[in-house]
């Protein structure tokens, strides 16, 4: 018998079915980034200051308990990528921390960039451009979801 009529495909064929979704991708990133869930934190929340001071202070992540509200914040995200209503709680509080700090919608791609770095710099060999394009999609629909105001435009000043 011929070896590809036992095995339902062959190594070199490409079976959509057997392909991870961008979920399971995601949750398994998830699963085996965990314990460094507190050190991606910690980068976002460094990069993030750098551009955009007043989120000093906006993520509580010192204590173990606040680690992993973060920890779930994120694991819903990924696990609602289909149906990002299920993940409305966390986008609103987000959303609710994001604005009394005074981020406006012209941040978001600077947000996107520091937390996609983050990402991507803890983990290591895991990270690759599928892995890439699926935490933009995340961070794309999760900025796409929030209603954030747009900048003030500044009073343009008079030349004497």
Do not use: Y
Not at 87 to 103: D, Q, V
């Amino acid at each position: 018998m011929h070896e590809s009529a036992t095995m339902p495909f062959s190594p070199t064929q490409t079976n959509a079915a057997t392909q991870p979704t961008q979920r399971q991708r995601l949750m398994a990133f998830c699963a085996a980034h965990s314990r460094s869930l507190f050190a991606i934190t910690e980068t976002f929340a460094d990069r993030f200051a750098a551009v955009f001071p007043a989120s000093r202070g906006m993520f509580r992540i010192h204590t173990k308990t606040e680690r992993f509200h973060f920890a779930c914040a994120v694991a819903s995200l990924c696990k609602n990528i289909d149906q990002f209503d299920s993940a409305w709680p966390a986008i609103e509080t987000a959303e609710s921390t994001l604005m009394s700090c005074g981020f406006t919608a012209e941040q978001m791609p600077a947000a996107r960039a520091c937390f996609i770095g983050a990402m991507r710099e803890h983990a290591g060999e895991n990270w690759n451009t599928q892995i890439e394009h699926d935490w933009c999609a995340v961070a794309e629909r999760f900025f796409r979801c929030m209603t954030l105001p747009e900048a003030k435009a500044k009073p343009m000043r008079m030349a004497a």
